[in-house]
Structures are given as structure tokens and as C-alpha cells.
């Protein structure tokens, strides 16, 4: 893997960064301290032989830390979703072949757990509960515990094609993202459900918003997790409203298919995204900016005809 780092020119420097990779990034997450950020890079059609790897860099610096795979006798076999665990020094990868493997920060295997009758088409973490909502190819909606005995409970039974699972910070609202089903004409879009009751909520959708072939997955985002953000197969960011489903904000800076966004755990008005472009951005909202323009403004002062202006995404933050 070949990897070089630029310096976004951003009031930030220290943290703001774009990691720049000569293949597609499937997957990024911030650990909850929001020290480290885990890349997934999955297949990749223009460079079919390139094993899959799983990466944790450093987001301070953009050091990599670590570069390994789910699972090493299968070099080839995918990462159906990677995430951290509640303590930011364990991250866990699930597979195909119906494991889940928790490793440390430092690439050594702690515990391998099977996922039962659930074969994942994509897993996402419940860091805070140390579970794991599990998507299978059969539309099945599973839950995972991660610690002490693997207890898997099935929830629901999807009628759309879903993509992929997202979960808001609380466990209580749940994300699914759909991708566009020719057999009844439905649009792509993202359903939300109440996780206390398995209750639909409310559909997202814009006409912006185009999921035809690639995974996306959707992320919550804003101090109360008030948003949900999608990228687009056209690259464009698309910000919802959860309470109203309005879409409030679209960002137009990738230039190819962004997969995932993830918004900073510690600093809300932080968000990264990634792209079939070959980058991550790492945003940052006005008040957060005004937050850190404090501490260096004479940074800032020195650059003031460069730096690229913050994203306002929602009134009042």
C-alpha cells in the first residue's frame, strides 16, 4: 500500500488532516477518545489483487499504527464492518465466514467469536454496549453481544435492499440504507427505526441522493445527534434532519463515491468522510472553528488568504 499525507489547509493544523490512499476506502470510525481513527479498504475493482486491509491511524499526526486484515488464513476474504470497542484499545472486524476477531492497538488477536447463523453483509459497533448490529444478505436485522457469552438475538426482517447499518451515539435510532430497488420502483433512500420498539420512523430521502451498486453508510452526527449524514455514488454529502427528515445541507468537495462519513465521538463539530476518490476530509463547523481560532490565531493570521472556510451545517452549532 502506497500512503502519503497532506496538510488540509484549515485554523487546525495539528488535527485536521487528508489521508490519501492509492485505493478505495471502504470504512472509517472514530475511536471514542477520538485519538484513532480505523480505516477498512475492501475490494477494489480497479486493482482487483489488492489484499484487503484494516488500518489504524493516528488522527493527530495521520501516523499508521497498524495494518492488518480480519482474517490472516484468508487473505482475500473481506471485512463486512470494522468498529471499536467501548475502551478505544480494541477494534473488531467481522467476516463472511461468520467470526468477529477483536484485536489490540498494537495487531494481536484478544478474542474470536463466531456470529452463528448470521452471515454479516455489514456489522456496526454499539461501542457504548459493546454489541454489534448485524445486516445479513438475507435481510435479517441481528444483535450481537461482543463480551461474555455471544448471545445473538434476530430483531426484524427487512423488505427493502438494504446496504448497510448505522446506529446514533445513544443506541436508540437506528439507520438503514437502502439502495434503489427496480422490482417496485423505489428509490434509494435511508429508514429510520426506534430502536426500543423496532418501530419505523421516518424515510430520508433527495433527489441528490443516488445508491445504485456501491455500499453507503450512513452516520449520526451534531451534539445531540440531531443529524444523519449519507455520501453519495455522485459524492455529494447529504445532512437530514432525524426529528423532521429535512434535508438541511449538502457538501460538494469529494469528487467520486463517498461510502462512509463518521462524525468525531469528543468534538461533534468535527466530522471525517471517505471516498472512491482516494481521500479523507475531515471537516469542521463554524462554532467548533470559532473554538479553536482562540488558540491559534496567530496561525491563522499568517494564512488568512488560504484557509479553507468551515462548513455550516444547522443553525446553532
Same mark, same amino acid.
Given at each position: 500500500?502506497?500512503?502519503?499525507?497532506?496538510?488540509?489547509?484549515? !485554523?487546525?493544523?495539528?488535527?485536521?488532516?487528508?489521508?490519501?490512499?492509492?485505493?478505495?476506502?471502504?470504512?472509517?470510525?472514530?475511536? !471514542?477518545?477520538?485519538?484513532?481513527?480505523?480505516?477498512?479498504?475492501?475490494?477494489?475493482?480497479?486493482? !482487483?489483487?489488492?489484499?484487503?486491509?484494516?488500518?489504524?491511524?493516528?488522527?493527530?499526526?495521520?501516523?499508521?499504527?497498524?495494518?492488518?486484515?480480519?482474517?490472516?488464513?484468508?487473505?482475500?476474504?473481506?471485512?463486512?464492518?470494522?468498529?471499536?470497542?467501548?475502551?478505544? /484499545?480494541?477494534?473488531?472486524?467481522?467476516?463472511?465466514?461468520?467470526?468477529?476477531?477483536?484485536?489490540?492497538?498494537?495487531?494481536?488477536?484478544?478474542?474470536?467469536?463466531?456470529?452463528?447463523?448470521?452471515?454479516?453483509?455489514?456489522? /456496526?459497533?454499539?461501542?457504548?454496549?459493546?454489541?454489534?448490529?448485524?445486516?445479513?444478505?438475507?435481510?435479517?436485522?441481528?444483535?450481537?453481544?461482543?463480551?461474555?457469552?455471544?448471545?445473538?438475538?434476530?430483531?426484524?426482517?427487512?423488505?427493502?435492499? !438494504?446496504?448497510?447499518?448505522?446506529?446514533?451515539?445513544?443506541?436508540?435510532?437506528?439507520?438503514?440504507? @437502502?439502495?434503489?430497488?427496480?422490482?417496485?420502483?423505489?428509490?434509494?433512500?435511508v429508514d429510520l427505526y426506534d430502536t426500543q420498539t423496532?418501530?419505523?420512523?421516518?424515510?430520508?430521502?433527495?433527489?441528490?441522493?443516488?445508491?445504485l451498486v456501491f455500499v453507503i453508510t450512513p452516520a449520526?452526527?451534531?451534539?445531540?445527534?440531531?443529524?444523519?449524514?449519507?455520501?453519495?455514488?455522485?459524492?455529494?454529502?447529504?445532512?437530514?434532519?432525524?426529528?423532521?427528515?429535512?434535508?438541511?445541507?449538502?457538501?460538494?468537495?469529494?469528487?467520486?463515491?463517498?461510502?462512509?462519513?463518521?462524525?468525531?465521538?469528543?468534538?461533534?463539530?468535527?466530522?471525517?468522510? @471517505?471516498?472512491?476518490?482516494?481521500?479523507?476530509?475531515?471537516?469542521?463547523?463554524?462554532?467548533?472553528?470559532?473554538?479553536?481560532?482562540?488558540?491559534?490565531?496567530?496561525?491563522?493570521?499568517?494564512? /488568512?488568504?488560504?484557509?479553507?472556510?468551515?462548513?455550516?451545517?444547522?443553525?446553532?452549532?
Amino acid at each position: 500500500m502506497f500512503f502519503c499525507l497532506d496538510v488540509v489547509v484549515s !485554523p487546525e493544523p495539528s488535527i485536521h488532516q487528508t489521508f490519501t490512499f492509492s485505493r478505495t476506502v471502504s470504512q472509517v470510525e472514530w475511536s !471514542p477518545d477520538s485519538r484513532y481513527l480505523l480505516t477498512n479498504l475492501g475490494f477494489d475493482p480497479v486493482n !482487483p489483487d489488492d489484499k484487503p486491509e484494516i488500518n489504524v491511524f493516528e488522527a493527530a499526526t495521520g501516523n499508521l499504527l497498524l495494518s492488518t486484515c480480519h482474517n490472516p488464513a484468508s487473505g482475500m476474504l473481506l471485512s463486512r464492518g470494522v468498529g471499536w470497542m467501548s475502551d478505544s /484499545k480494541r477494534f473488531v472486524s467481522f467476516g463472511e465466514d461468520r467470526l468477529f476477531v477483536i484485536r489490540d492497538l498494537q495487531g494481536k488477536v484478544l478474542r474470536t467469536g463466531s456470529t452463528g447463523d448470521v452471515i454479516p453483509k455489514f456489522g /456496526k459497533i454499539i461501542a457504548s454496549l459493546n454489541m454489534a448490529a448485524l445486516l445479513s444478505h438475507d435481510r435479517t436485522l441481528a444483535v450481537l453481544s461482543l463480551e461474555g457469552d455471544e448471545e445473538i438475538r434476530v430483531l426484524d426482517k427487512l423488505t427493502c435492499i !438494504p446496504a448497510t447499518i448505522s446506529l446514533s451515539s445513544d443506541s436508540r435510532v437506528l439507520a438503514v440504507s @437502502c439502495s434503489v430497488d427496480p422490482d417496485i420502483d423505489r428509490a434509494a433512500h435511508v429508514d429510520l427505526y426506534d430502536t426500543q420498539t423496532w418501530s419505523f420512523l421516518r424515510r430520508l430521502e433527495a433527489e441528490s441522493y443516488v445508491n445504485l451498486v456501491f455500499v453507503i453508510t450512513p452516520a449520526f452526527g451534531g451534539p445531540n445527534d440531531e443529524l444523519v449524514c449519507c455520501g453519495s455514488e455522485n459524492g455529494i454529502l447529504h445532512f437530514w434532519d432525524v426529528e423532521t427528515g429535512e434535508l438541511v445541507k449538502v457538501l460538494e468537495e469529494h469528487s467520486q463515491h463517498v461510502g462512509c462519513a463518521s462524525f468525531s465521538p469528543v468534538h461533534p463539530g468535527l466530522m471525517v468522510s @471517505c471516498s472512491d476518490d482516494n481521500h479523507i476530509i475531515v471537516w469542521v463547523t463554524k462554532d467548533l472553528c470559532r473554538s479553536f481560532q482562540g488558540a491559534d490565531q496567530k496561525w491563522i493570521e499568517q494564512r /488568512k488568504d488560504s484557509i479553507k472556510l468551515p462548513i455550516n451545517i444547522k443553525n446553532g452549532w
